[in-house]
């Protein structure tokens, strides 16, 4: 997300100019979500607990930004210790739907997010409404598009992902199976790929 990097930075150098303390935490945000994105998603499969967590992190940075009107809700009802989904999903999904909306300052945008995990699936709810709904809706369907291939390729038959859309808003809503080992899924999806090259 290159346009998220250079907003964020300008957001920031402004900070510094009027809120040197606001400054601070946003740069300490900022920080935060550099550091996962760069070191923490080396593997497949990553924490559920911490996508949590980082998500919230990106919110709370998203809220800090000029002209940005998003809220976003996490509640936990099971123990997610030690439960991983799949890396480079839930928060780059958010991501694509919140930083488009940074293309068209002078629309009146709203971003609702819901992170739930419950009965071994977690859930992400993503409610966009939007002036800018015809100039959004092809960037929010492709982006469906290539998370869904993303999914296929190494988590199918474990997902759903729905888009829908009614006048001047898109709701996106996403749930993945959670999956009790992180080595697991990886020997799983290599003895796949053993049989599928034994069928062949």
Not at 146 to 154: A, G, H, I, K, Y
Not at 171 to 181: C, E, F, P, Q, T
Request: hydrophobic share 40%.
């Amino acid at each position: 997300q290159p346009d998220f990097l250079f907003k964020t930075l300008q957001a920031l150098h402004n900070r510094i100019i009027f809120d040197k303390k606001e400054a601070a935490e946003m740069l300490l945000r900022f920080s935060e979500l550099l550091s996962y994105t760069l070191y923490e998603c080396d593997n497949d499969f990553i924490s559920a607990e911490k996508v949590m967590q980082i998500t919230d992190e990106f919110i709370a940075l998203e809220k800090m930004m000029p002209k940005t009107n998003i809220t976003g809700v996490t509640t936990i009802e099971d123990n997610i210790t030690n439960k991983y989904i799949p890396s480079f999903i839930v928060l780059p999904l958010i991501q694509h739907c919140v930083i488009a909306l940074h293309n068209y300052p002078d629309k009146k945008h709203s971003a609702e997010i819901k992170l739930n995990a419950s009965n071994n699936i977690f859930y992400c709810s993503i409610y966009i409404q939007t002036d800018a709904f015809a100039e959004l809706r092809k960037i929010y369907f492709d982006g469906i598009n290539m998370f869904t291939n993303r999914l296929e390729t190494f988590y199918s038959n474990r997902y759903t992902l729905d888009f829908t859309e009614e006048k001047g808003a898109f709701n996106i809503a996403l749930s993945l199976v959670l999956s009790d080992n992180l080595f697991a899924e990886k020997i799983d999806k290599a003895t796949e790929k053993i049989y599928a090259n034994t069928a062949v």
